[in-house]
């Protein structure tokens, strides 16, 4: 496995991340002798935020990582035992506790609508509780920010886009792999150092208003940051955006041997301030000057600028994507289906709950689009397209064939959002007509738990 | 200091968790000999979120424990050598690298409105520069989560709260650093064990669906887990509510050894359920039985519950609080205010920006109300009020006894929340008339820099 794991906690406390009540429930299985039982948890949602017609899986491989490397030590047993909540011989079989189950999942990058399956898991239910609260956690954040990304890249069409929002993200954590689950939605850069060493994604970097501050004169600091950085990026809005460009262009004439690669719009009117910086630059005789545009930009204002023939090369986001704001949460669901063999289901009025292990399958039409998914049984045969389960873990062990697949989460996520149909791809609110019908086999088995 | 320190990264990474512009334009100003320039950065936000009226000050400590242990070890230092963004005499200086300056700052849980520092960094620009990413990113998490909870806690005024949103947070750090701003907030309890444990909140817990459904019978469910658990808490809406709390008074009659310290309501009209079910319990004679309500809960739904009366004695609430739903991210800024001894500011048409060195002065009426703040210069004397920003860290050191203070930061929410005026309590989306003016010598300042 190339990724590097570090979670934002040592090694032997991540076992007790988890919520209490999976613990004790543990022990009232494990007092009952209902621990070794076979079962099977399903992961999912059943309702999309207001703004999302999809979401993009994302994360698995990393839960997955973790989850098969947990264990309780000595000092995680230690605390448990001063909680007094739990029996002598309970912490015994917890210190020797280790997930060696089964867990299911699609591909990363693959997009996904209510109620299928993002991830299975199959293990003695003394295992498969304890993973829940970690679980969801841990892919929660990745879906979330993968999918906002991927809506900005969408809009962003052939624009790069440059992730500038570790400093708006929830703490360390997010901040380092959540430069993950952007590349996976195909963001271009970030300025990110840790985020983009550790996970491959090239380091972008301009200026802050603080180094022009520190000069004189903004000539001055023009002048210092393009000699130390041949073909950077000047930030030209401390003072008058237009006054800036003016600069730029003044210190390329007088120094000819300075090359500059672009100048940054950070605040005003960015579709009107680009055209004018456009034409000062192209009258000047520097086409080769991108324009980069960042300040508070989402998909939405990137639409805008877009349709306005905005000239910007490259957009900068930050605090919108970086917490994903209009829809921070994402409400998973970690249910039993199956219990002993036989499909379980909890019954909850106006909610969906599809019992038993299930497999997805997404059909394309004669023109390789998606026309629609079925959601059947996992061990049901006779159903056309694409099977997007497979298993990432097997006995407790993670298949690295299966792992080979996050490579290529990018190109899936692109793939993907060009074969769907515009009412899934849509960017505004608003409900896609996606079909996500149940197998013969699957409705039966709902209506008759 | 008594708090543990456990960034979501290996201590060694942790320098490398920034901007790439902080290390291009710290090694511009090396280059250029500025970086031993005496400066001041100002943290402040300018405009609150639609939903908040005022933010509480959280994350300060963390972040200034992790500061003023920042290093770029030797392979911080060879990755960035990869780069090849770096000059090795840059490098050089870097590896001996360290934070040796000041940072004042409000206590933490001391709510601050638009445009007042709620801290400020005094060192040598090479310094000041570096942490801005970083405390950022630590102080946003805290300060967004803690006001949200502060708003919930208030809302359910006497009510005890519970945190059940582990699995809904952006991921590890999130989750662990979050319970201490939940504790800050006034938050009863959490299901997160290891948050709890290491932040010092109790423990608390119910059970899940999957725990009724591994048994053939809701009743063998509460059976057992009843037995297991004296005086614990039974999830009773897994088939229905109502026939869900007949079923926990039979057991009582059947098995008068038991004992029930509560029901808990996951679904359905919890205002409705919760009126029948405190019925059902007190006409069967077990009025001491507690009901916890969960599901959805936030700020407004705790409000509308409590105004209908529904008899409902705690509430857990997760989604909402676990990522501030409706305000998740707080646009900060880190400026540039002072430098080699002068103020300096940034001019940007509709936005705020105060140079210099600042002081927040709090002034209570007569009765001990708060009724307006004054911004000041740090060095301005005869002011008003409680002066509200102390040295956290000095000459590169945290300062213990500045420390102490957060053991009081419940206190002092609590305090403060009861001593503003209700239009900026008030939880309903708008405006408080709360005045923030600026002194003398600051408005002479802003204006004339």
């Known amino acids: 496995m190339s990724e590097r794991v570090t979670p934002s906690v040592a090694d032997d406390e991540l076992a007790l991340l988890t919520d ?10 494990w007092k009952e002798s209902l621990h070794e039982t076979p079962s099977t948890f399903s992961l999912f949602f059943r309702k999309l935020p207001a703004s999302r017609r999809f979401i993009l899986a994302c994360g698995q491989q990393h839960a997955a990582a973790l989850l098969s490397q947990l264990r309780f030590n000595d000092t995680a047993i230690k605390r448990l035992q001063d909680t007094q909540m739990f029996d002598a011989g309970f912490l015994d079989w917890l210190a020797n506790w280790r997930f060696e189950g089964d867990i299911w999942t699609v591909p990363e990058g693959t997009p996904l609508f209510p109620n299928e399956p993002l991830l299975e898991v199959d293990a003695p239910i003394g295992q498969a509780q304890l993973l829940e609260s970690l679980v ?14 991927a809506r900005i890249t969408w809009a ?12 708006r993200m929830h703490g360390i954590d997010a901040a380092v792999r959540g430069v993950r689950a952007y590349k996976t939605a195909g963001i271009h850069g970030t300025s990110n150092v840790l985020g983009g060493l550790r996970h491959g994604l090239a380091l972008n970097g301009t200026m802050a208003h ?11 600091a023009f002048r210092a940051f393009a000699r130390h950085y041949p073909n950077t990026t000047l930030l030209i809005d401390t003072y008058d955006t237009l006054t800036g460009v003016e600069r730029v262009i003044d210190l390329l004439r007088e ?9 940054r719009l950070d605040s005003g009117d960015l579709g009107d ?7 000062l630059l192209d009258d000047a005789g520097y086409p080769a000057i991108k324009i980069i545009a960042s300040s508070g930009l989402d998909e939405h204002s990137i639409t805008d600028l877009i349709a306005k023939k905005a000239p910007i090369d490259a957009f900068g986001v ?10 921070p949460v994402l409400d998973l669901s970690y249910k039993l289906v199956e219990y002993a063999g036989k499909p379980r289901v909890k019954y909850s009025t ?14 394309r039409n004669a023109q390789g689009h998606y026309c629609g998914d079925v959601i059947a049984l996992r061990d049901e045969t006779g159903l056309d397209g694409e099977a997007l389960l497979t298993p990432l873990v097997k006995g407790g062990e993670l298949q690295t064939a299966t792992f080979a697949q996050a490579e290529n989460a990018p190109a899936r996520v692109r793939e993907a959002l060009h074969h769907f149909p515009s009412h899934v791809t849509a960017l505004e609110e608003g409900e896609s007509r996606y079909a996500v019908d149940l197998s013969p086999a699957l409705r039966g088995l709902a209506s008759n738990v």
């Open 136 to 149: 969801m956690n841990l892919v929660q954040l990745e879906i979330t920010l993968t999918t906002k990304a």
């Open 350 to 363: 106006g909610k969906v709950n599809l019992p038993s292990r299930k497999q997805v399958y997404r059909r």
């Open 273 to 279: 301030l680009a055209k004018r910086t456009r034409t």
């Open 156 to 167: 962003a069409g052939d624009h790069p886009v440059v992730d500038f929002g570790m400093r």
């Open 255 to 263: 120094e000819p041997s300075l090359t500059v690669g672009a100048v």
């Open 318 to 327: 930050g605090t919108h994507m970086g917490v994903s704001e209009d829809a």
């Open 210 to 220: 603080s180094y022009i501050l520190a000069h004189d004169d903004e000539r001055d």
């Open 20 to 29: 209490l009540y999976q613990l004790t429930m543990t022990q009232a299985y």
